[in-house]
T-cell receptor, first 115, second 115 residues
Framework: AQSVTQLGSHVSVSEGALVLLRCNYS??????LFWYVQYPNQGLQLLLK??????LVKGINGFEAEFKKSETSFHLTKPSAHMSDAAEYFC?????????????FGGGTRLMVKP | NAGVTQTPKFRILKIGQSMTLQCTQD?????MYWYRQDPGMGLKLIYY???????DKGEVPNGYNVSRSTTEDFPLRLELAAPSQTSVYFC??????????????FGPGTRLTVL
C-alpha cells in the first residue's frame, strides 16, 4: 500500500521568504506524484504533477517540486511567498496498481504568510 | 464549462436521517470519485466509478452508497446518518485513469454536520 507523509501540519513564513513544504512517499514502484492546493472554502486544484519525465516540475503560481527517488521525497518550493499563497497544500501519490487512478493523500500542510 | 458541481453546499442532518449529495461533471470524464476530508487527515476515498454502471469501494465506504447511471452524475447516498459522518465531502473526476497520471478535478465540496 502506498502512503504519503507531509511533515508539518502548519508552516508559517514571512511575505517574500522561501516556501518549503515537505512530502515523503512510500511506493513499491516509481510513482506519479501530485501537489494540490485548497484555498479557504474551495475544492482542491492541481498545482503540479510528476509523471516520470523531468524530475524538477514547475507548476502554477511560481511553485515547483523536485522528485528525489533516493530520498523518496517530492518537496514543494517557492522562492518568494506572497500573501495569496496562504492555503492548505496536499501531496498525493497515484495508485498505479489499481484500476481507478486512485490518489492517496497526505494529511495536508496549512501555509500561513505573515506580512 | 462548469467543471465539477456539487449540491448542496451545506447541510445539517439529525442522527438517523438520510440524504443524497449530488455531483455532476460536464467534462465527459469517465472516472469519478467521492472523498471525505476530516481535519488533519487529508482526503479519504469513499467510492469511485470508472464509467456508467460501474462503481467500487474506496478506503472508507461504510455508511455510504453510490450509483452511476450516466457519465455526468455520481450521487452519494448517506443512509442512517451518524455523527462520525460529519465531514466535508468532495467529488472529483478524471478523464481516463488507469495510467495513474491523470489530473483529478474537484468540486467545491459539501459541508455536512450530523447532530
Amino acid at each position: 500500500a502506498q502512503s504519503v507523509t507531509q511533515l508539518g501540519s502548519h508552516v508559517s513564513v514571512s511575505e517574500g521568504a522561501l516556501v518549503l513544504l515537505r512530502c515523503n512517499y512510500s511506493s513499491s514502484v516509481p510513482p506519479y506524484l501530485f501537489w494540490y492546493v485548497q484555498y479557504p472554502n474551495q475544492g482542491l486544484q492541481l498545482l503540479l504533477k510528476y509523471t516520470s519525465a523531468a524530475t524538477l516540475v514547475k507548476g502554477i503560481n511560481g511553485f515547483e517540486a523536485e522528485f528525489k527517488k533516493s530520498e523518496t521525497s517530492f518537496h514543494l518550493t517557492k522562492p518568494s511567498a506572497h500573501m495569496s499563497d496562504a492555503a492548505e497544500y496536499f501531496c498525493a501519490v497515484s495508485d498505479l496498481g489499481g484500476a481507478g487512478n486512485m490518489l492517496t493523500f497526505g494529511g495536508g500542510t496549512r501555509l500561513m504568510v505573515k506580512p | 464549462n462548469a467543471g465539477v458541481t456539487q449540491t448542496p453546499k451545506f447541510r445539517i442532518l439529525k442522527i438517523g436521517q438520510s440524504m443524497t449529495l449530488q455531483c455532476t461533471q460536464d467534462m465527459n470524464h469517465n472516472y469519478m470519485y467521492w472523498y471525505r476530508q476530516d481535519p488533519g487527515m487529508g482526503l479519504k476515498l469513499i467510492y469511485y466509478s470508472v464509467g456508467a454502471g460501474i462503481t467500487d469501494k474506496g478506503e472508507v465506504p461504510n455508511g455510504y452508497n453510490v450509483s452511476r447511471s450516466t457519465t455526468e452524475d455520481f450521487p452519494l447516498r448517506l443512509e442512517l446518518a451518524a455523527p462520525s459522518q460529519t465531514s466535508v465531502y468532495f467529488c472529483a473526476s478524471s478523464s481516463r485513469g488507469g495510467s495513474g497520471a491523470d489530473t483529478q478535478y474537484f468540486g467545491p465540496g459539501t459541508r455536512l454536520t450530523v447532530l
